[in-house]
C-alpha cells in the first residue's frame, strides 16, 4: 500500500511538472537545442536498517531545456556487512541503465523535475571480506531489475554547473528470494550529485 501511495505521488508530481514545461515553452525559442552533460552522483541508501551509499556516474543530454535522457551506472566501494540466516555476509552491488526525466526551464538558477532510472543490478555475496570486483565463487550472485524514480530540484552554480539533490525510492524486481528478499533492500534514498556540461543560462 506505502509502494502504491509514491507511486501515485510521484504519478502526480509528473503531470504538474508536464504542465508547467508546456506553459514554459515559447516555441520561438524552441530550436530542438540539446545540451550534453556528464556527472557524479552519490546515492544514500538504508539496506538492512544499515546506512550505506552507492558512488556513481552519469552522462547524457537535456533537449529544449525541459527533457533529460542518458545513461547511468554506480557501485559500493566497500562491502556491506549484513546478517543472512543468522550468519555474517559481505554483499558487494553494482547497477547500471537507462534514465529519462523531465524539468522545468534548466536554465533558471533553481528548476525541479523527475527522474527514471530503470537498469539492472548484480548483488554478490560471500561469508568472507573480499575485496572490491575481486570475488571467487561467491556463496551469493544474483541480479535483477532497479526502477528508481526520483524527485530532484537542480541549482545552477555556474553555466558549466549543477548541482543535483533528490528523493528517490527505488523497486527492485529479482525471482530468487531466498536468501536476499526485495524487502530488505528497498528503500528511499537521498540522493546528491555535480553536473558538469556546457549549460546555458
Not at 550505506?52 to 529544449?64: R, W
Not at 549484513?82 to 555474517?88: G, K, L, S, T
Not at 527505488?170 to 537521498?190: M, N
Request: hydrophobic content about 45%; proline content about 2%.
Amino acid at each position: 500500500m506505502v509502494k502504491l501511495k509514491i507511486s501515485l505521488f510521484l504519478f502526480f508530481i509528473l503531470l504538474v511538472l508536464c504542465k508547467l514545461s508546456a506553459q514554459e515553452v515559447n516555441p520561438i525559442e524552441a530550436n530542438n537545442k540539446m545540451e550534453f552533460y556528464g556527472g557524479l552522483n552519490h546515492q544514500h541508501h538504508e539496506y538492512y536498517n544499515k546506512v550505506f551509499s552507492f558512488q556513481g556516474i552519469e552522462g547524457g543530454a537535456i533537449l529544449e531545456h525541459h527533457y533529460l535522457f542518458g545513461v547511468y551506472g554506480s557501485t559500493f566501494v566497500s562491502s556491506l556487512e549484513v546478517d543472512i540466516n543468522n550468519a555474517a555476509t559481505f554483499l558487494q552491488m553494482w547497477q547500471g541503465g537507462l534514465m529519462t526525466g523531465i524539468m522545468t526551464d534548466n536554465r533558471k538558477f533553481l528548476h525541479a523535475g523527475l527522474l527514471f532510472n530503470i537498469g539492472y543490478i548484480s548483488i554478490v555475496g560471500d561469508e568472507t571480506n573480499f575485496p572490491l570486483f575481486k570475488v571467487d565463487n561467491p556463496s551469493i550472485r544474483m541480479g535483477g531489475l532497479i526502477l528508481d524514480p526520483q524527485l530532484f530540484t537542480e541549482l545552477n552554480v555556474t553555466k558549466w554547473m549543477k548541482i543535483r539533490t533528490g528523493l528517490a525510492y527505488d523497486f527492485y524486481g529479482f525471482k530468487d528470494q531466498s536468501l536476499i528478499k526485495k524487502s530488505d533492500l528497498q528503500s528511499i534514498s537521498f540522493n546528491f550529485g555535480f553536473l558538469f556540461g556546457s549549460f546555458t543560462k
